[in-house]
């Protein structure tokens, strides 16, 4: 399934909506690109929600504010299923009833097709609260499997209020003036490839809202350096896959991922970046808050907001 | 790698995604064919990397024999692999292992059936994400009896986080614990508390028509295959504690994986499994660097994508030393392996790799 050039949106375009998804496979930089696009976004003067979902090291449900502009959820499917229960039936005094309750736990857990629902349910029902939501997505397989559960459900159950919320979601989460799907890659073969599928997936969900891409962690330029030393502009002419140096592997990277790109531009997409982020030890800063700091002032400086 | 090859009849590769486990799993079970064992590698990957490395378009569900692949690319290095060894790979599909698995726990193959149609099974077979991981141990313990191996690799599923695949054995089976069930196929239980009712009461309300019957349905059913599934449950542990199976923990190189390790660990533990040792992939540390006056000064952007890698060098640098920090006076030393400079796409590439995987682990 091929889209055009025409009807993807730009990465500045899918930053200027309300909700903004980040996809892509595992390893590809979608936390640190989904923070620094919700950092930026708050310093512009958006109430911005950055919403994770079932992180293992922070309290489930935990809501925290950042900074003035800047909140940020750990979405987890139990309390999610609490709090939806707790708006959706209107029955005051709800929280103790439900609050570890084993059925409900069980449910929230493994409940097929419940468990991934309530996450976006709740990511769903705070965009009242907030200008701006940016989504750190789980990777591919299982960010998708959200998705579908929304499609699912409104096949199955009829009536009742998670069949009306499921309606709404698909509604809001595929129109384009809302909702933005950022699909997020590395300059390597299998996150291209997959985030094509990830695209079509998503448009068959999605029909009306096509998702855009944005490269991260391009290697510097260096192509004709490489040249320069007769390296073959072809890696599948190279006899191995490893380098001799370091070197030597800065020659070869931006050959390889040239050659990869390839990939986007037969299926005529317009290749947006972001380039690697140099890391400090002297700073005081985790060296993720730089990446994240380092990719937020490249953000700004593509004027994408 | 040698020794902890040797030492072991089964060996799981753990990690989050985009790792490089496939790789270095499918290079795994080579080096173990060098050295005359009956290889098998086994994979959950949707991606179909491992078919692609080794250069076929597809992998099926029951293994495919690529020793005579393997043979031609190993004597294109001059290697020579011994008579005694072979090498299969396959990629067990969820959906299918989860059925038949199903099938043979209950004697009726109508239950099975009933469950097939109903769309919260669908759904769950399709989207639990326990499923994969428990599916893919699931065709390790089959793999194993059949006799046919003495030597399985299993590559597990890219999952978020490493403790996934550790459990989800357990997740799937609270499905099956008597607690949720009673109160789910006996409603009207005078033992069911009048809160409890209650809870169902409001489900009935929330999810819509329908739901209530076929959840019942769903769980009545895996309640009649609790006794089976348990057993094969026990099974796979008492397999799992054994001295015949270790993990190898992958990790990237641009991550805090001295935290992941110990938590890693702490769960290993827990679960008697053996870590038998940890592989840093994608490094550009395990890469020599030519020297401060390579490349010359003038050429400046060269220049400046090296300080790039020689940057992310001393990151993984720091990280290893934070790891060996707080795993210290410890049997498990972290190996470097490299970055690859292009893709894998067939048995000789993966034959360099394994010959790599000599140079880390010694």
């Not at chain 1, 929304?150 to 159950?157: A, E, H, L, P, V």
């Not at chain 2, 043979?104 to 149609?117: C, D, I, R, V, Y």
């Not at chain 2, 099974?121 to 599916?135: D, K, L, P, T, V």
């Not at chain 2, 986080?161 to 609270?174: N, V």
Request: with cysteine; proline share 6%.
């Amino acid at each position: 399934m091929s889209n055009s050039s025409q009807t993807r949106p730009s990465v500045k375009k899918l930053l200027s909506v309300p909700i903004i998804f980040v996809s892509g496979k595992g390893g590809v930089g979608k936390t640190a690109v989904s923070q620094a696009i919700a950092r930026a976004k708050s310093k512009s003067g958006k109430k911005t929600l950055w919403v994770g979902f079932e992180d293992p090291t922070r309290p489930p449900g935990e809501l925290r504010r950042v900074n003035k502009n800047l909140f940020e959820l750990n979405c987890t499917a139990e309390e999610a299923f609490e709090e939806y229960m707790g708006i959706k039936l209107k029955v005051p005094g709800l929280g103790h009833l439900f609050s570890k309750n084993p059925l409900i736990r069980f449910l929230a857990k493994a409940g097929p097709g419940i468990h991934e629902l309530v996450l976006l349910g709740k990511l769903w029902h705070e965009r009242r609260n907030y200008d701006c939501i940016v989504a750190d997505m789980p990777s591919t397989g299982f960010g998708l499997a959200m998705f579908h559960s929304i499609g699912n459900w409104s096949g199955i159950f009829r009536g009742g209020p998670l069949y009306q919320d499921s309606k709404g979601m698909l509604a809001t989460f595929g129109n384009p003036e809302e909702c933005g799907q950022l699909i997020v890659a590395l300059p390597e073969e299998m996150p291209l490839r997959e985030s094509l599928e990830l695209e079509a997936f998503l448009l068959q969900l999605f029909p009306e809202n096509p998702p855009g891409f944005l490269v991260n962690r391009l290697f510097p330029d260096v192509k004709k350096h490489a040249m320069a030393r007769n390296v073959d502009v072809n890696p599948d002419q190279w006899p191995t896959p490893m380098a001799e140096s370091i070197q030597d592997f800065a020659l070869r990277r931006c050959l390889l991922e040239e050659h990869n790109l390839k990939t986007w531009r037969e299926a005529q997409i317009t290749i947006e970046s972001l380039p690697w982020q140099r890391v400090y030890p002297e700073s005081e800063l985790k060296e993720f808050e730089q990446v994240v700091i380092g990719l937020e002032k490249q953000i700004a400086e593509r004027g994408w907001l | 790698m040698k020794s902890i090859l040797s030492k072991r009849k089964i060996l799981i590769t753990a990690g989050t995604g985009g790792v490089g486990k496939t790789t270095l799993s499918a290079s795994m079970g080579i080096r173990a064919a060098i050295e005359g064992r009956k290889v098998c590698v086994i994979t959950i990957d949707p991606a179909k990397r491992l078919a692609t490395s080794l250069g076929i378009d597809a992998l099926g569900n029951e293994p495919t024999d690529l020793t005579h692949k393997l043979r031609e690319a190993l004597t294109a290095q001059g290697i020579q692999l011994p008579e005694t060894a072979s090498f299969s790979a396959l990629m067990p599909d969820t959906r299918t292992t989860f059925e038949s698995f199903l099938k043979s726990l209950t004697q009726n193959p109508a239950t099975a059936e009933t469950l097939f149609k109903n769309p919260l099974f669908q759904i769950f077979a399709r989207e639990f994400s326990g499923a994969n991981e428990y599916m893919a141990m699931q065709k390790l313990q089959f793999i194993h009896e059949s006799g046919n191996y003495d030597c399985i690799i299993l590559d597990t599923p890219p999952s978020r986080s490493t403790l996934e695949f550790l459990d989800a054995p357990k997740l799937l089976s609270q499905l099956f614990e008597a607690n949720y069930i009673q109160w789910l196929i006996v409603p009207a239980n005078k033992l069911a508390s009048s809160a409890m009712r209650k809870v169902l009461g409001l489900l009935e309300k929330l999810m819509g028509a329908g739901f209530m019957g076929y959840m019942m349905e769903f769980v009545t059913v895996l309640f009649e295959v609790r006794a089976g599934f348990m057993d094969h449950l026990r099974r796979m542990i008492q397999l799992m504690e054994s001295e015949e199976v270790g993990v190898v923990l992958v990790t990237g190189a641009h991550c805090d994986f001295s935290e992941e390790l110990a938590h890693f660990r702490a769960h290993l533990e827990k679960h008697g499994l053996k870590l038998d040792g940890m592989v840093v992939n994608r490094t550009i540390g395990a890469y020599r660097d030519e020297g401060p006056q390579s490349p010359p000064p003038h050429e400046s952007e060269f220049v400046s994508a090296v300080e790039l890698l020689r940057n992310l060098k001393a990151r993984e640098e720091r990280g290893l030393r934070n790891l060996k920090k707080t795993v210290a006076g410890d049997s498990i030393d972290p190996q470097l392996m490299p970055e690859l400079a292009r893709d894998v796409h067939d048995f000789k590439d993966l034959v360099h790799i394994a010959r790599r995987l000599d140079q880390c682990f010694g």
